[in-house]
């Protein structure tokens, strides 16, 4: 059984002079260079959250807000594209604030050479995606790089969405007794692209589970109010949420 108790570690200094791959891959590097060089220079309240949003109140409203950004290669994998992945990361991200998404922007960087059917593909995925999800893509941007200066397609999705009334998830709630509830398989999206990338057969079909969140988590809300914290895992898979949300809360788990 899974369990919250007492527990501190602090991060050791990084000596690391240039940035590594390792950096962006949401362990244990990404999280201190975030720590270590990122947030001291953002240094806010809401920064301080350390959530996969910001959250803030407007006029009486409660609102997250979030943004990610999406590099994976292949453009497309077993179960999904990088555009489908872009919509329903943002969408996950606000829905692990609480939030009931409602807008999302697309920013698309594009490398000269990609072909217009292929981006087709995916600006139409992107669409099914949201309607899926329930929300609207109203905004974006879009910029073309010189061949050879990017990887076919980066697309940045930015989202905004409403907490209802009540709602306070975070990753500091985390109390003890708390019980860690994973509602699929593991590592299913990451084994599935790096197959795909790699021609490596593992056996079987792996496929991506990616999917918009937003509409399980409202099913929760409605058959518990007693849910502390939310995330998805996704860059560092479940190893790295429950070390974020362990530190966030000076708290350890029990797997």
């Known amino acids: 059984m899974n369990s919250i108790e007492h527990f501190s570690c602090p991060l050791l200094k990084d000596d690391h002079q240039q940035i590594l791959l390792a950096h962006g891959a949401g362990g244990t590097l990404s999280q201190k260079l975030l720590q270590q060089l990122i947030w001291p220079h953002f240094d806010n309240p809401l920064i301080r959250q350390q959530h996969d949003g910001a959250m803030f109140d407007i006029d009486g409203l409660h609102l997250a807000f979030s943004t990610d950004s999406y590099v994976v290669q292949p453009l497309f994998f077993p179960g999904g594209d990088i555009g489908e992945l872009a919509v329903n990361g943002t969408v996950n991200d606000l829905a692990m ?47 073309v790089v010189d061949k050879g200066k990017g990887d076919k397609l980066f697309i940045n999705t930015s989202g905004i969405g409403v907490i209802p009334a009540g709602r306070n998830i975070s990753p500091m709630n985390c109390q003890i007794g708390d019980q860690v509830i994973i509602s699929g398989g593991i590592a299913e999206h990451g084994m599935a692209v790096m197959s795909s990338r790699e021609g490596i057969n593992f056996g079987g079909d792996i496929s991506s589970d990616t999917a918009a969140l937003n509409h399980l988590v409202e099913r929760m809300f409605a058959a518990s109010a007693k849910i502390h914290v939310l995330r998805d895992p996704t860059r560092g898979g479940v190893a790295s949420s429950l070390n974020e949300i362990a530190q966030a809360a000076q708290l350890g788990i029990t797997i």
């Open 97 to 143: 604030c609480g939030a009931q998404p409602l807008y999302l922007s697309c920013g698309l960087i594009i490398e000269e050479g990609l072909e217009m059917e292929c981006l087709q593909r995916i600006i139409a995925s992107m669409q099914r995606a949201g309607q899926r999800a329930g929300v609207q893509i109203v905004t974006g941007d879009t910029k």
